[in-house]
């Protein structure tokens, strides 16, 4: 994990700074790049907390004298709920992907169905359909590799954003449009959304969502992501078992579903709902 973070630091012109240069103010900027950028704050505290260290022991090197990211001005932002998407932007999406790529809409409807998240989506492979069930154990990342002028960013087939391996159940609709794309992929690639035999990158399936989205109509706020959303909301406000909709998620800890995707928007959805109720109680 901590590999992970650093890759992202580097990656940024702060990883390339040398140690006796960086400032208090070089880090602040660095924040501030990183949230219009719209990284999530618990990203932005992770990388933060692995440069920290990594400084502190330039401290204790005594290649410095002082910690500058100590003195770095985060304050944690609150976190917003977001709006959900109705069902008629998503149907909106899918009949603009078909116009994008035949892929498109069928990656579009597995990430509502199933909650998986772009990078997941990307490392499907044909083989992980088995009848009506669909296994994510892995997510393809681009990463920086070598040094200096030799550094090139690689696709790489890691494990899930929490390291789990989840089988996740398909209603039959989806497993009908999903079938045909297996057969179509077959001759090319083990992967599901690549042409290839090489792994698609998440921001290929990142280009589909935002031309689809514009063909679609719908508001241009709405990400891949919200897909997730959806799909975590939808249950939860269906009555939905925690522990079912945490699995599909992938959350080992059914608390972290509550907290991060559904429950804000389930709790208003429902109080919408209440207040209309007891009104009517209250009807003579």
Do not use: C
Not at 129 to 134: I, Q, S, T
Not at 219 to 236: G, I, N
């Amino acid at each position: 994990m901590r590999e992970g973070r650093a890759r992202l630091i580097v990656a940024d012109r702060i990883g390339t700074m040398p140690v006796t240069r960086l400032q208090v103010t070089d880090v602040d900027q660095w924040i501030v790049r990183m949230r219009k950028a719209k990284v999530g704050e618990g990203s932005i505290r992770n990388q933060l907390q692995t440069l920290r260290s990594a400084m502190a022991q330039a401290v204790r090197w005594g290649w410095i004298s002082q910690n500058p990211t100590v003195l770095a001005s985060y304050e944690r932002q609150e976190r917003t709920v977001r709006d959900v998407m109705s069902a008629e932007d998503i149907h909106a999406v899918l009949a603009g992907a078909v116009i994008v790529n035949e892929m498109a809409p069928v990656a579009f409807r597995l990430a509502a169905i199933t909650g998986a998240r772009r990078a997941e989506l990307a490392a499907l492979r044909r083989t992980d359909l088995d009848e009506a069930v669909l296994t994510i154990d892995s997510a393809i990342t681009d990463v920086l590799e070598g040094e200096g002028d030799d550094r090139e960013t690689v696709v790489r087939d890691d494990p899930t954003k929490t390291g789990d391996r989840r089988r996740v159940a398909l209603d039959p609709d989806t497993v009908e449009v999903l079938e045909p794309l297996r057969a179509q992929r077959e001759p090319y690639a083990p992967w599901l959304f690549s042409d290839d035999d090489e792994a698609p990158r998440p921001d290929r399936i990142g280009y589909w969502w935002r031309r689809s989205r514009e063909l679609a109509g719908i508001d241009k706020e709405w990400r891949l992501h919200d897909l997730r959303h959806w799909s975590a909301t939808f249950a939860l406000s269906e009555g939905y078992d925690l522990a079912v909709v945490a699995g599909r998620l992938g959350h080992s800890d059914p608390s972290t579903t509550l907290r991060v995707y559904a429950y804000a928007h389930a709790r208003n959805q429902r109080d919408v709902e209440l207040a209309t109720s007891l009104g009517e109680a209250l009807r003579r």
